[in-house]
C-alpha cells in the first residue's frame, strides 16, 4: 500500500519560548496549547533557531561517550552513561538512550514549531529572504534529528507538526524506509535554500554543504544497513550512489579544504578553520563544557571520563604509511621512562610509540609522550613492584582501583587545549559534527563499495595522507574490492576516532558483534614473572548480543504512554 505520512497538528509554544524541562514529554504534551500567539518579529524566530540547535548537543550526547561505546574508547568507572550498553546490560528503562530519545524528539518538536509559525506569518514579519533562511534551517535540524534516531533506534514516529495528546499516544514507528524518504527529503529542500556560508557573526548555522554532508552521511549509513543487516544489495547500491553523489556535491562546491594542521584543528586556533562543515558552538561562561576535566590527564585535574584503546592505538600505521605490521620502522617493544637524582623523567626510547602516524600523536597521549610541559607517565605505580623504567611515580599511575583516571593508561587530546586548563568544566571549544576529511572518507568509501575504485578515490585518500604528514604507500585502484573497504574503514576510524561517529560505523558494518565482545586493552605492562609485557585488559568485560544491540530500546516511558509503539527486537 501507499506509504501512510503521519500529519500531526497542533501547538507548544511554552517549550519554544520558555524552554523545555527535562521532564517534559516527547511524544505527549501534557495538555494541548492551542495558539493565539503567532510569532511577531524576526527575532522571536532566532530564539527558537536557536533553542532547536541546542538540542543536538547536551551532557547526553558529549561525543565521547559515543566512542566510549564502542572499542576504540574505554571507560574505567562504571557510571559512565554507556557503560552498562557496552556490559550488554541496557533495556528499556536504561537511562542514557531514552534521555537521547527525548532530547531528538524536543529538538524536532522546536523545528516543527519553527515551520508552522513560518506558515501564519505575514510578509510585514519576515523578507522573503529571511523565510528562506529560517525554513531551510528548521528543515535542515529536523533532518538532522531524524537521522540520529534513524542511526540509534531504526524506524520512529515521524511528526511534520507538534502532535495533539491523542495522536502522540496513538501514533505508529514509520518504517527505516519512511524515516530515510523523509530525512532526504528534508535535506533536498534545505540545500536549496540555505547559503553556501553565512557572514562571520552568523558562522555555525547550518549551510548548503552541512545539508549535503547529511544527505551523504544519511544515506552512506541506510546503504551500509540495507547491505550488511538487510541483504538488499541492489537498494544499498542505489543508496551508495546517493552518497557519493552529494559527497562529491560538497567536494564541488569549492569552499571547503583540510586545515593544514591536524592537532590545530580541535583547539581554539582551529575553530573557524575552512575544513569544518558543521560545528556545535559552545561559548566559555555560556553553554561550556568539561572538556578539560573529563579527558586531561589526572595530574592536570581531569577525571579522564573516557580513555583510548590499544585496539585504536594499533590502528594507526607508521610515519612511513605502512601499517606497523609492514613497517621496518616499528619497535615492539615498550617506552622506557627512567627518573633522575632530581625526579626529572627521560624518556630512554619510545618503543611501539615512536614514528608513528602524526595523527597519532594529535589523538593520543601515551607513556613517554609530552603534552602541557610534562611527560606523561602513566605506567603501574613504582610502588606496586614494577620494574624500574616501567613504572610511574606520578599521580598518572594506572590502577585498578582509581576510577577517576584512565585505566587503559592512554588520554585522547582532541579538544584538549591547554587554555581549558584555568576553566576545566567551562570550555568554550566548538564540538565538530562534520568536516571535510570526513565527507571525503564518505566519498571514497561509497565509491570502493559501488566497485568504482578509480582515480578520484585514489585521489581522496593522498588528500588526507598528505595532510596528515604521510605518505599513501598503497594504489587503491589495484586492490581488490573487500581490500579497499578495509582500507578506507581502518582510514576512517584513525582519521576520525573521538569526533562521536565509530559507534554508527560499527553498527553499520554489521561489525559490533565482533569487535565489541570480551576485554579492551591498553598500555603494555610488566607481568609478574619478570620480563614479559602484555597489554592490560580492561576490568569490563563487553558483551554484545546480535541483533539485539545493533539498535537501541524504544524507552518504557514512551511505550507506557503509547501502547502502539512497538519495541525493538530482543528488548
Request: aromatic share 12%.
Amino acid at each position: 500500500g501507499a506509504m501512510r505520512r503521519v500529519i500531526i497538528f497542533g501547538f507548544i509554544i511554552s517549550c519554544i519560548l520558555g524552554g523545555c524541562s527535562e521532564d517534559f514529554l516527547t511524544t505527549v504534551p501534557k495538555d494541548r496549547l492551542s495558539s493565539a500567539t503567532f510569532w511577531t518579529s524576526e527575532r522571536d524566530f532566532n530564539v527558537a533557531l536557536n533553542g532547536a540547535y541546542a538540542e543536538m548537543i547536551g551532557s547526553n550526547m558529549d561525543i565521547m561517550y559515543f566512542d566510549g561505546a564502542t572499542e576504540i574508547g574505554y571507560s574505567h568507572a562504571d557510571w559512565m552513561p554507556q557503560h552498562e550498553y557496552v556490559m550488554g546490560r541496557a533495556d528499556a528503562s536504561s537511562g542514557w538512550s531514552a534521555a537521547i530519545w527525548a532530547q531528538l524528539y524536543r529538538g524536532i518538536s522546536r523545528a516543527n514549531e519553527i515551520l508552522t509559525q513560518l506558515d501564519a506569518v505575514g510578509s510585514d514579519v519576515l523578507t522573503p529572504e529571511s523565510t528562506r533562511l529560517i525554513r531551510g534551517q528548521a528543515l535542515f535540524l529536523r533532518a538532522y534529528f531524524y537521522h540520529e534516531l534513524l542511526w540509534m533506534f531504526g524506524g520512529v514516529p515521524i511528526f511534520t507538526k507538534v502532535p495533539t495528546v491523542e495522536e502522540a499516544r496513538s501514533v505508529r514507528r514509520a518504517s527505516r524506509d519512511e524515516v530515510f524518504e523523509k530525512i532526504i527529503e528534508d535535506l533536498s529542500e534545505a540545500a536549496e535554500l540555505l547559503p553556501i556560508s553565512w557572514p562571520s557573526d552568523q558562522w555555525g548555522r547550518a549551510t548548503r554543504g552541512a545539508a549535503l554532508g547529511y544527505i551523504a552521511r544519511t544515506a552512506l549509513y541506510e546503504a551500509s544497513w540495507k547491505k550488511y543487516h538487510e541483504g538488499n544489495v541492489s537498494r544499498a547500491l542505489e543508496l551508495f550512489r546517493m552518497a557519493a553523489d552529494a559527497a562529491k556535491a560538497v567536494m564541488d562546491l569549492g569552499v571547503y579544504r583540510l586545515h593544514p594542521d591536524f592537532r590545530e584543528l580541535f583547539t581554539y586556533a582551529g575553530e573557524h578553520s575552512d575544513e569544518i562543515i558543521l560545528s556545535y558552538i559552545r561559548v566559555s561562561g555560556q553553554n561550556g563544557w568539561r572538556a578539560w576535566q573529563a579527558f586531561a590527564p589526572k595530574s592536570m585535574g581531569g577525571t579522564v571520563d573516557v580513555a583510548p584503546t590499544r585496539e585504536l592505538v594499533d590502528r594507526f600505521p607508521m610515519k612511513d604509511g605502512l601499517p606497523p605490521d609492514q613497517s621496518t620502522l616499528y619497535d615492539p617493544s615498550p617506552p622506557k621512562i627512567v627518573y633522575d637524582s632530581e625526579g626529572r623523567p627521560l624518556v630512554e626510547t619510545l618503543g611501539m610509540y615512536a614514528n608513528r602516524d602524526p595523527r597519532f600523536y594529535a589523538t593520543i597521549l601515551f607513556p613517554g609522550g609530552e603534552f602541557n610541559g610534562t611527560i606523561y607517565n602513566s605506567y603501574p605505580p613504582c610502588s606496586s613492584g614494577a620494574p624500574e623504567g616501567y613504572c610511574s611515580p606520578t599521580p598518572d599511575r594506572i590502577l585498578i582501583t582509581d576510577y577517576n583516571n584512565t585505566y587503559t593508561g592512554y588520554i585522547a587530546m582532541k579538544y584538549l587545549d591547554p587554555q581549558d586548563q584555568s576553566q576545566p568544566t567551562n570550555s568554550g571549544l566548538n564540538i565538530i559534527k562534520m568536516r571535510y576529511a570526513d565527507v571525503l572518507l564518505m566519498y571514497a568509501e561509497a565509491k570502493a563499495e559501488l566497485g568504482e575504485l578509480d582515480n578520484s578515490v585514489q585521489d581522496v585518500l593522498v588528500q588526507i595522507r598528505n595532510r596528515a604528514g604521510i605518505p599513501m604507500p598503497f594504489d587503491i585502484t589495484s586492490m581488490s574490492q573487500q581490500e579497499a573497504i578495509e582500507f578506507i574503514r581502518n582510514e576512517r576510524t584513525i582519521e576520525l576516532a573521538w569526533e562521536g561517529l565509530h559507534l554508527a560505523d560499527i553498527r553499520r558494518w554489521k561489525i559490533a558483534e565482533i569487535v565489541l565482545n570480551g576485554p579492551t586493552h591498553g598500555i603494555d605492562i610488566a607481568k609478574g614473572d619478570g620480563g614479559a609485557f602484555e597489554p592490560v585488559p580492561g576490568q569490563w568485560v563487553r558483551s554484545f548480543a546480535s541483533p539485539r544491540d545493533y539498535l537501541w530500546p524504544i524507552p518504557q516511558s514512551e511505550r507506557d504512554l503509547n501502547p502502539n509503539l512497538e519495541q525493538n527486537p530482543g528488548y
